[in-house]
């Protein structure tokens, strides 16, 4: 069986009340729970108030399948709370109470090793309104974002190279600035916005002459949310798993640097790890085909002529101890790179795209 995906969100768990009713919300809560619904295993950073509406939310979680240990419990701020009402057309107004226990939301030990288990981490700019769960946030979004470059890879196969990073925006007036939608926009992988937002976002940034289509592609080229971080993390991903279909329990997978990975096996496995690599590598890049497109187009009507505008290749050199002895994993390194190198010279590109 598959192992379920490790769902992390960080930011307000609060009580909505409309009317006499309480009910349990929180965009980032919200996210966690349905994502335990659909089989993950979810858990929430937050902080709530010593009090009973702060209790009540770690009994609620609990029951939701949502893990509630990293919930902090705040002695001096009390619980979150939300009054909403309806407006003539239907539409909800929210009166978001200030001064509650998630805007001292604190990045402590705990948050900090989970985040670094985590295979998709998802945050939003309410809890980012007061400055010390700002930077709280920060620090956590900062721990998530190393696993793009740290030098050793999971030993597990399952394991992804890279937390996913999702940003709901979710913004409510006047809970937000411009510096932390900007901030919140450069820190994510994946975007997520209703239509008020993108408005509001498109506004902000001071590019209202473009049309939907041209904003969202603004976005994705001001913002990094560009086709190489996909590449890498799938690169990444495909060397795990092909080590784990193919290869042994003591094999190596590590990030040299920039867009350089090694991957360190037995003699005899090197050629079916080589062709697991090649395939498996082909047919993920299948399914990114029309991005892909995409992207050579804009290439190209920046000016490149059609055939100097390779997006991709993917370059494997072979190195073994019959050439030499290694004795420290620097000298490993510098010729699996020099051995990639010499691949590249050659052209002897196993994958372009």
């Known amino acids: ?85 309806l407006r ?3 539409q909800p107004e929210f009166d ?15 948050a900090v090793a989970r985040i670094r288990a985590a295979d998709v981490v998802c945050f939003g700019t309410l809890a980012q309104r007061h400055r010390t769960a700002q930077r709280s946030i920060a620090t956590l979004l ?9 030098t050793e890879l999971s030993r597990c196969a399952q394991s992804t190279a890279q937390a996913l990073i999702v940003c709901d925006l979710n913004l409510r007036p006047p809970h937000y600035s411009i510096e932390v939608v900007r901030d919140s926009l450069s820190r994510c992988h994946l975007l997520k916005l209703n239509d008020d937002e993108l408005r509001i976002v498109q506004g902000m940034l001071g590019q209202d002459d473009l049309d939907e289509d041209g904003f969202l592609l603004h976005l994705l080229e ?7 971080k996909t590449l ?11 080590v784990g279909e193919v290869g042994t329990v003591d094999d190596f997978v590590g990030h040299v640097g920039e867009d350089d990975f090694v991957v360190t096996t037995v003699p005899a496995r090197a050629q079916a790890l080589m ?3 090649k395939g498996g590598f082909k047919s993920a890049l299948k399914d990114l085909g029309t991005v892909i497109e995409q992207e050579r187009a804009r290439a190209i009507k920046k000016g490149g002529p059609q055939d100097a505008i390779p997006l991709l290749d993917l370059f494997i050199g072979l190195l073994t101890s019959k050439e ?30």
Request: glycine share 8%.
């Open 1 to 85: 069986m598959d192992r379920a995906l490790n769902i992390v969100a960080i930011g307000e768990v609060l009580w909505d009340i409309i009317g006499t009713e309480r009910h349990l919300g929180g965009a980032p809560f919200n996210f966690a729970a349905h994502c335990h619904h659909l089989g993950a295993r979810s858990a929430i950073i937050s902080r709530v108030g010593r009090d009973e509406l702060g209790d009540e939310i770690l009994t609620r979680a609990r029951d939701l399948g949502v893990d509630a240990g990293l919930i902090q419990c705040d002695a001096e701020h009390p619980t979150g709370q939300v009054r909403v009402t």
């Open 222 to 228: 001001a913002y990094g949310l560009e086709l190489a």
């Open 232 to 242: 890498l993390r799938i690169t990444a991903s495909t060397l795990l798993e092909a």
């Open 275 to 277: 062709d697991r690599i």
């Open 96 to 110: 978001i109470c200030t001064g509650a226990a998630y805007d001292y939301l604190a990045a402590d030990p705990a």
């Open 324 to 353: 030499r002895d290694f004795t420290d994993i620097r000298e490993l390194a510098e010729a699996a790179a020099k051995a990639r190198r010499r691949a590249e010279k050659r052209l002897s590109s196993e994958q372009t795209v």
């Open 88 to 90: 003539a057309d239907g």
């Open 142 to 150: 900062e721990v998530a974002s190393l696993r793009q470059n740290f």
